[in-house]
Nanobody, 125 residues
């Protein structure tokens, strides 16, 4: 059973950066699509970015293109989300997710079967 654990969240001021980490354990994630989602209270869990574990191909939500970067280290089974120039609207709980049945970039949360517990990001103005 694959387990995902996020870390790296925190409180920052507008304009600052954060790097979130997602550590995978308990099984192989070769050929998985790994994703980042975010959620605020009372709202849907929104897609942020995804990366194919094998080839590294990545895909972003339009709202974060040019600001966020997803990357991975296969040997360490770790994925990162580098978030630059953060703004208050980026405040959310960020979740790491795994899609075992990868067939292309997956942007819907119900395409992912494995989830971490989330890490909170708060951006003050």
């Amino acid at each position: 059973q694959v387990q995902l654990v996020e870390s790296g969240g925190g409180l920052v001021q507008a304009g600052e950066s954060l790097r979130l980490s997602c550590a995978a354990s308990g099984g192989t994630i070769d050929n998985y699509g790994m994703g980042w989602f975010r959620q605020t209270p009372g709202k849907e869990r929104d897609f942020v970015a995804t990366i194919n574990w094998s080839c590294g191909a990545h895909f972003y939500a339009d709202s974060v293109k040019g600001r966020f970067t997803v990357s991975r280290d296969n040997a360490r089974n770790t994925m990162w989300l580098q978030m630059n120039a953060l703004q208050p609207e980026h405040t959310a709980t960020y979740y790491c997710a795994g899609n075992q049945d990868y067939s292309g970039p997956a942007k819907l949360h119900n395409q992912y079967g494995y989830w971490g517990r989330g890490t909170q990001v708060a951006v003050s103005s």
